[in-house]
């Protein structure tokens, strides 16, 4: 009897030990995962709620994530809402609960496709909407043979950036519409001959 007393003492003691070890991670990659927020460009709070969600691979309601990471229900509900709407994260039912559950997509490679493409719609796409528009207001100067030295300068330096853009943009395309994609695009670069295109860059 005083043997398995004993034994159950010391699973109790592990398993405590166990909870605060992966609560420990958990709050380190949340911190992580907020301090990374700025190369998705994203808010630390939205890089928060998702580093939450993809460390525990919980599904966990807004009261929840509330509580676990001290922040308002307001800026729970806001910065959800985006991370459904990029593909990010995922509603879920629990069956006799009315609330609505969210949890993280587990498949890194789907995840950063998908932030790699909202990215791009944010601060790419509309780079190259601007330069368009450029060269298109310096064409007339350009044309024709009262072509302005000026004008013709400006509009060279537009079509090199939009052409390097545009480069790009279908490189993106072909590689991070998917992740079937970024990974062919990874792989390429470590095999052998990925290293010997790099050296002759």
Excluded at 61 to 90: F, Y
């Amino acid at each position: 009897m005083l043997k398995t007393a004993k034994a159950i003492k010391t699973v109790k003691k592990s398993s405590n030990a166990l909870e605060t070890r992966l609560a420990e991670v958990e709050r380190r990659f949340v911190d992580l995962w907020g301090d990374m927020s700025s190369w998705w460009g994203v808010s630390r709070t939205m890089a928060e709620i998702h580093g939450l969600l993809f460390i525990t691979g919980e599904a966990l309601c807004a009261e929840e994530i509330q509580k676990r990471l001290g922040i308002s229900r307001g800026n729970v509900s806001m910065n959800i809402r985006t991370l459904v709407e990029w593909g990010l994260v995922r509603r879920v039912r629990k069956r006799g609960d009315r609330r609505e559950y969210f949890e993280s997509l587990t498949d890194v490679w789907e995840m950063f496709t998908v932030l790699a493409a909202q990215r791009k719609r944010r601060e790419i796409d509309p780079v190259l909407k601007t330069l368009h528009q450029c060269r298109e207001a310096l064409a007339p100067a350009v044309s024709g043979r009262q072509a302005d030295p000026r004008a013709a300068q400006h509009f060279q330096r537009v079509e090199d950036m939009l052409n390097f853009l545009t480069t790009m943009e279908r490189l993106a395309e072909r590689f991070f519409n998917n992740r079937r994609g970024i990974q062919a695009a990874v792989e390429l670069l470590v095999r052998p001959e990925g290293d010997a295109l790099l050296r002759s860059l």
